[in-house]
């Protein structure tokens, strides 16, 4: 069974850094998209940003272009998120996913594996 653990969230300051982890472990998949999403207190779940197989520029979500970085290795089933110059509205629960195909990468539906999440906090 394949497991997906995040790891890195905490507590920080209005303007302050914080890299996120990710790793999936168990039976080999094929990875073709590893993207990242997040839940703010009471609102849905939104896509944050993603990767993909093809070499293409990562994706993001509008607010958080400029400010946060997604990177990760598909032989290592690793994915990061950089996260600088961060605000009170980037609090919530990131999670990372991995998809087996080539879909939509900022649609939840195309992803097969999730972590837990991992809670970010921002201090105003």
């Known amino acids: 069974q394949v497991q997906v653990v995040e790891s890195g969230g905490g507590l920080v300051q209005t303007g302050g850094s914080l890299t996120l982890s990710c790793a999936a472990s168990?039976?080999?998949?094929?990875?073709?998209?590893m993207g990242w999403f997040r839940q703010a207190p009471g609102k849905e779940r939104e896509f944050v940003a993603a990767?993909?197989?093809?070499?293409?520029?990562?994706y993001y979500t509008d607010s958080v272009k400029g400010r946060f970085t997604i990177s990760g290795d598909r032989a290592q089933k690793t994915v990061y998120l950089l996260m600088n110059s961060l605000k009170p509205e980037d609090t919530g629960v990131y999670y990372c996913a991995f998809s087996q195909q080539i879909g939509v990468p900022k649609e939840e539906y195309d992803y097969d594996y999730w972590g837990q999440g991992t809670q970010v906090t921002i201090s105003s």
């Open positions: 990767i993909t197989r093809h070499g293409a520029s990562p």
């Open positions: 168990g039976p080999p998949f094929t990875i073709y998209n």
